[in-house]
C-alpha cells in the first residue's frame, strides 16, 4: 500500500515556497537597503572610501549619490516590512525599487566597484524571487 506525503501548506492554503520565497525577497531587500543606507551615510558624509574618477560619463556629486542611495536605501527597507506581511502591493512596489536600486548602483559603479556589483546581484535575486510568486497565491 502507497502512501504519500502531505503537502506542505500553512492553515491559510498558502503554499511554502510561495511564502519562502517571498520570505527570501523581504530579508534580502533588507539587507541590501540597510547597506544602501549605510553608503548613503557614507557618502553624504564624504567619507574616504570611495574611489574617484573624474572621467566618467554619469558625473554627479558624491553627496547627491548619497543622498540618492539614503532614500532609495530606506524605501527598500520599509517595502521589505510590507513583504514580512505578505502584502501584494509590497510586492510590486518591492520589484520597482530593486530595479531603480540596480540602476543606482550600476551608475555608481566607479564610485565603489566590488560593492556596486554585489548589490546589483543581491537586488536581482530580490527581483527573481517576487516574480516567481504566482500573483494569486499569497493573501492581502
Known amino acids: 500500500m502507497a502512501t504519500t506525503a502531505p503537502h506542505d501548506h500553512r492553515s491559510t492554503g498558502v503554499p511554502a515556497a510561495a511564502t519562502g520565497l517571498t520570505f ?17 551615510i557614507m557618502a553624504i558624509a564624504q567619507d574616504d572610501v570611495f574611489v574617484r574618477t573624474p572621467n566618467y560619463v554619469f558625473k554627479f556629486d558624491l553627496t547627491s549619490w548619497g543622498w540618492i542611495q539614503l532614500a532609495l536605501g530606506a524605501i527598500a527597507i520599509l517595502v521589505s516590512i510590507g513583504l514580512f506581511a505578505a502584502a501584494t502591493w509590497a510586492r510590486v512596489v518591492g520589484v520597482g525599487i530593486a530595479a531603480l536600486l540596480i540602476i543606482a548602483n550600476f551608475l555608481s559603479i566607479p564610485y ?12 536581482g535575486f530580490t527581483i527573481w524571487a ?4 504566482k500573483p494569486g497565491s499569497l493573501n492581502d
Open 24 to 40: 527570501f525577497a523581504a530579508v534580502m531587500l533588507a539587507i541590501a537597503g540597510v547597506l544602501d543606507l549605510f553608503r548613503g
Open 130 to 133: 517576487l516574480c516567481v510568486v
Open 112 to 123: 565603489y566597484p566590488l560593492w556596486s556589483l554585489t548589490l546589483i546581484a543581491l537586488y
